[in-house]
């Protein structure tokens, strides 16, 4: 797949130290609460509703925990009032980053995200510095183990995927976001399980960094995930094989 980026598969396995670190379950319960208040509490209705709960079940987030976050989105119990913001930059070696956030104080949220920035050696951009490298796609990683690149690419091309591709021991699927449902349900179908799935923005070209602006960069994004407001981040980079073994290692 052009344009894909090695941050993809270092935040699908990074998923699993933030459930350590407590932060994973509220920043989904957010993005719940924003969904259902921009959309509605029908998750058959409201899409964008439906990725933030199944994101939120396959992080084995409770039942109740669920439906309280929809119930505060809806208006049915009361809670924070969050907003969408987007902020854009440039890491090391020029690479694009796009932070998605939801905040309830937007201003204490820019002076964070432009100090986590500069220090890493970044800096904060305009509005639409780098949203334009992205495009919107639905994107998949399922470990090699699961199945064969020939049956995995047969079965997601028939569900209306783009692409598969391997990347070292998974697989990634991309498809436009229409398409989705139809590719996670053949997933089901099929006994395989995603590592992570989800709608993301997919960077349509890369910047290849050496060792030493592999490792600034990847502090930098390992900084903007650990403040609280940050619900994704993704940048346009691929890093040196050595590197890419050592953070897998980590």
Request: with cysteine; hydrophobic share 40%; glycine share 10%.
């Amino acid at each position: 797949m052009a344009g894909h980026s090695h941050w993809a598969n270092i935040s699908a396995k990074k998923g699993v130290v933030d459930k350590k670190r407590g932060k994973l379950f509220g920043k989904l319960s957010r993005a719940i609460i924003v969904a259902a208040r921009v959309g509605g509490g029908d998750p058959v209705m409201n899409l964008r509703l439906r990725y933030a709960i199944d994101k939120a079940k396959a992080a084995s987030m409770p039942k109740d925990t669920i439906e309280r976050a929809i119930k505060k989105g809806t208006g049915d119990l009361e809670g924070e009032s969050y907003e969408d913001v987007i902020y854009e930059g440039y890491g090391p070696g020029g690479v694009a980053v796009l932070c998605d956030l939801l905040t309830d104080n937007r201003n204490r949220t820019a002076g964070e995200i432009r100090k986590i920035f500069e220090v890493h050696g970044g800096n904060l951009g305009s509005t639409n510095c780098v949203a334009w490298m992205f495009e919107r796609k639905g994107v998949f990683s399922i470990p090699a183990a699961q199945v064969s690149e020939d049956r995995l690419f047969e079965m997601a091309l028939e569900a209306g995927a783009d692409d598969v591709k391997q990347d070292g021991e998974s697989f990634t699927v991309t498809c436009s976001t229409d398409a989705f449902t139809a590719v996670s349900e053949a997933l089901g179908k099929a006994g395989i399980t995603p590592d992570s799935a989800d709608v993301a923005r997919v960077p349509q070209s890369t910047v290849d960094l050496d060792i030493d602006d592999g490792r600034r960069m990847l502090e930098l994004l390992e900084a903007l995930e650990e403040q609280d407001d940050v619900q994704t981040v993704i940048a346009n980079f691929n890093i040196p094989d050595e590197l890419l073994a050592e953070v897998g290692e980590g």
